[in-house]
């Protein structure tokens, strides 16, 4: 299936006007380093079978999932 029309709202997680490396900031035992790596992993074409494209900008499907999980895993 050819995706080469969807597009995504801009997600870099080096970009940030904090510091450095925002994640130096999370104590390594969190949740959300586990969540982090996990969605990672996941290939990008997972996700794009469920988008059609066309219309405004979505938000990454990575950037969503990590927010998803994260949220129940801390209730």
């Known amino acids: 299936?050819?995706?080469d029309h969807i597009s995504f709202k801009e997600y870099t997680m080096d970009n940030l006007s904090l510091p450095?490396?925002?994640a130096d900031l999370i104590?390594?035992?969190n949740?959300?380093?586990v969540v982090h790596e996990m969605v990672e992993r996941i290939p990008m074409e997972t996700f794009l079978a469920y988008y059609k494209g066309?219309?405004?900008s979505a938000y990454h499907p990575?950037?969503?999932?990590?927010?998803?999980?994260?949220a129940?895993?801390?209730n």
């Not at 950037?63 to 999980?69: A, D, P, R, V, Y």
């Open 1 to 3: 299936m050819k995706h």
């Open 20 to 22: 450095s490396n925002i």
């Open 27 to 29: 104590p390594r035992d």
């Open 31 to 33: 949740m959300a380093h």
């Open 54 to 56: 066309g219309g405004a």
């Open 62 to 70: 990575k950037m969503m999932t990590k927010i998803l999980l994260y």
């Open 72 to 74: 129940y895993t801390v």
